[in-house]
């Protein structure tokens, strides 16, 4: 089995700050791209910052700039850093990983449960 853990979620002010954190699980091989999406009340999960297991990162246009991705490889882990906060960030967010489990051939996508990030204006 494999688990993705999200932490760090919470409620905020506008232009506060929060790091989310996400941590894999279990009978995991190797983790090849992870990633973070949010999903709002009414709306569709989007993407809003992924990296590889090299480090090269790619962001949602309405997030460049003020969130950071990364990744510690040695502890399954990957985080968000997220700045100048805005009410519209207002979502759950849910960790993403490609992820080769041991004995398997193939990589499949797991989710975490998701955190919820509120942020007040």
């Known amino acids: 089995q494999v688990q993705l853990v999200e932490s760090g979620g919470g409620l905020v002010q506008a232009g506060g700050s929060l790091r989310l954190s996400c941590a894999a699980s279990g009978s995991i091989r190797s983790i090849n791209a992870m990633g973070w999406y949010r999903q709002a009340p009414g709306k569709q999960r989007e993407l809003v910052a992924t990296i590889t297991s090299g480090g090269s990162t790619n962001y949602a246009g309405s997030v460049k700039g003020r969130f950071a991705i990364s990744r510690d490889n040695a502890k399954n882990s990957v985080y968000l850093q997220m700045n100048s906060l805005k009410p519209e960030d207002t979502a759950v967010y849910y960790c993403?990983?490609?992820?080769?489990?041991?004995?398997?051939?193939?990589?499949?996508?797991?989710w975490g449960q998701g955190t919820q990030v509120t942020v007040s204006s």
């Open positions: 993403q990983g490609r992820i080769l489990r041991i004995g398997g051939n193939y990589e499949y996508t797991y």
